[in-house]
């Protein structure tokens, strides 16, 4: 997987190594995109697989040993054409990539109503 950021998380990517010549993700040029799995405005975190917790994109380093877990967005981010033009694959550069959205959002169940004494 390969996971292009600015201050953010942009997108990631699945790539078959079997196609790739030298078997290394550092020779795919910034053109090749993959197989998008997700991408802005979607909320894409990468944690480290021992702790579980966020680690921010000034914290990458090769060696780690990570997951990768996505989030739909709010609607405010995709309801309207306005916000994709701010927060959408475009906003990044990322011109020929249509977004197609990771899940729907649901707003979370309170604690406090879920497990309320009835």
Do not use: Q
């Amino acid at each position: 997987m390969k996971i292009p950021f600015k201050n953010e998380n942009i997108l990631a990517s699945v790539y078959d190594l079997n196609k790739i010549k030298d078997k290394e993700l550092s020779n795919i040029s910034d053109d090749d995109l993959g197989e998008v799995v997700c991408s802005v405005p979607d909320l894409i975190t990468v944690n480290d697989a021992d702790t579980g917790e966020a680690i921010g994109t000034p914290e990458y380093r090769y060696g780690l040993i990570v997951f990768v877990l996505a989030l739909s967005p709010d609607k405010k981010w995709i309801a309207s054409e306005k916000a994709m033009k701010i927060g959408g694959p475009k906003a990044f550069g990322l011109d020929n990539l249509e977004y197609k959205p990771i899940g729907v959002h649901k707003k979370p169940i309170s604690v406090i109503e879920e497990y309320a004494m009835k």
